[in-house]
Nanobody, 132 residues
Framework: QLQLVESGGGSVQPGGSLRLSCVASGVTKDNAAVAWFRQAPGKEREGVSCISGADDSTYYYSDSVRGRFTISRAKDKNTVYLQMNLLKPEDTGAYYC????????????????????????WGQGTQVTVSS
């Protein structure tokens, strides 16, 4: 089993920064791929970024956050961070970390991102509000 706990959310003005943390515990934390998702009210859960477990090579950023957000993992492997800079009002939402064996799935001869429905472990979420 793997347990995930997010923290670091809050309220900031546009252009501000936040750093989210996802602390993992459990027998499989060292090799787990960890992804960040977010969900705004009335919208579908959106994949933001994912970091692979095997070698910490960053797998993806969504187009909406690329260049502003950075995902990283602490050396002890316990914590995955999401550094969020130049925040915009459209970044507002509940942010969740999720974990599974990989960021991607090999389906039909090609790789694709693992959807939120395909992650086994989830944290409880942390709220991010960007508003002036």
């Amino acid at each position: 089993q793997l347990q995930l706990v997010e923290s670091g959310g809050g309220s900031v003005q546009p252009g501000g920064s936040l750093r989210l943390s996802c602390v993992a515990s459990g027998v499989t934390k060292d090799n787990a791929a960890v992804a960040w998702f977010r969900q705004a009210p009335g919208k579908e859960r959106e994949g933001v970024s994912c970091i692979s477990g095997a070698d910490d090579s960053t797998y993806y950023y969504s187009d909406s956050v690329r260049g502003r957000f950075t995902i990283s993992r602490a050396k002890d492997k316990n914590t995955v961070y999401l550094q969020m800079n130049l925040l915009k009002p459209e970044d507002t939402g509940a942010y969740y970390c999720a974990a599974d064996s990989s960021c991607h799935l090999y389906v039909g001869g090609s790789y694709r991102k693992r959807s939120h429905l395909e992650y086994k472990f989830w944290g409880q979420g942390t709220q991010v509000t960007v508003s002036s």
